[in-house]
T-cell receptor, first 109, second 114 residues
Framework: EDKVVQSPLSLVVHEGDTVTLNCSYE??????LLWYKQEKKAPTFLFML????IEKKSGRLSSILDKKELSSILNITATQTGDSAIYLC?????????FGTGTSLTVIP | ETGVTQTPRHLVMGMTNKKSLKCEQH?????MYWYKQSAKKPLELMFV???????ENNSVPSRFSPECPNSSHLFLHLHTLQPEDSALYLC?????????????FGPGTRLTVL
């Protein structure tokens, strides 16, 4: 059965810390991996990863895919309180999207 | 405000009621999706429509009935729901239903079944 597992489930850090969120997957016919940030309601898109070893970067956020290890990490440097959210990982196979349960990040001042 | 809107934002219904959730996207996309998000569970994909044709139905109970009259609108008709159906229902759209398209989500409808 295809599945996506995220770790840790929750994380509390202080402003300025760097965090690393993990997503591992076991799926057949992998196509892409996506990261989303969900603050209140609608998840907002962060990154789409299709190729192994190529880092995608957006400001303080970066992500990389390791197809050998069947995993991806999302890094956030110099965290701010506005980074507090649930970070969702999704793996796409054909037309199926499999989401993990998310990592709840809380950044305290 | 995103390019995907959902109404209503909150809905409380009894088990014998019939109601509908509405989703509209203003992005010119051709694929639309319904997801269910329950507490402490992953988002569950319920239905996928690609160019108005239903392409996926992930073993969803028949008390949930989707309708996609055109590429911009998607409905989820609800009848004789159970309390365990209480959840956040998210609609999303993407350029097409292929794997390399990011999805844009609506704000969701918080459904409570009494």
């Amino acid at each position: 059965e295809d599945k996506v597992v995220q770790s840790p489930l929750s994380l509390v850090v202080h402003e300025g810390d760097t965090v690393t969120l993990n997503c591992s997957y076991e799926v057949t016919n992998f196509r892409s991996l996506l990261w989303y940030k969900q603050e209140k309601k609608a998840p907002t898109f962060l990154f789409m990863l299709t190729s192994s070893g190529i880092e995608k970067k957006s400001g303080r956020l970066s992500s990389i895919l390791d197809k050998k290890e069947l995993s991806s990490i999302l890094n956030i440097t110099a965290t701010q309180t506005g980074d507090s959210a649930i970070y969702l990982c999704a793996v796409v196979t054909g037309n199926q999207f499999y989401f993990g349960t998310g990592t709840s990040l809380t950044v305290i001042p | 405000e995103t390019g995907v809107t959902q109404t209503p934002r909150h809905l409380v219904m009894g088990m014998t009621n019939k109601k509908s959730l509405k989703c509209e996207q203003h992005l010119g996309h051709n694929a639309m999706y319904w997801y269910k998000q329950s507490a402490k569970k992953p988002l569950e994909l319920m239905f996928v429509y690609n160019f108005k044709e239903q392409t996926e139905n992930n073993s969803v109970p028949s008390r949930f009935s989707p309708e996609c009259p055109n590429s911009s609108h998607l409905f989820l008709h609800l009848h004789t729901l159970q309390p365990e159906d209480s959840a956040l229902y998210l609609c999303a759209s993407s350029q097409t239903g292929l794997a390399y398209n990011e999805q844009f989500f609506g704000p969701g409808t918080r459904l409570t079944v009494l």
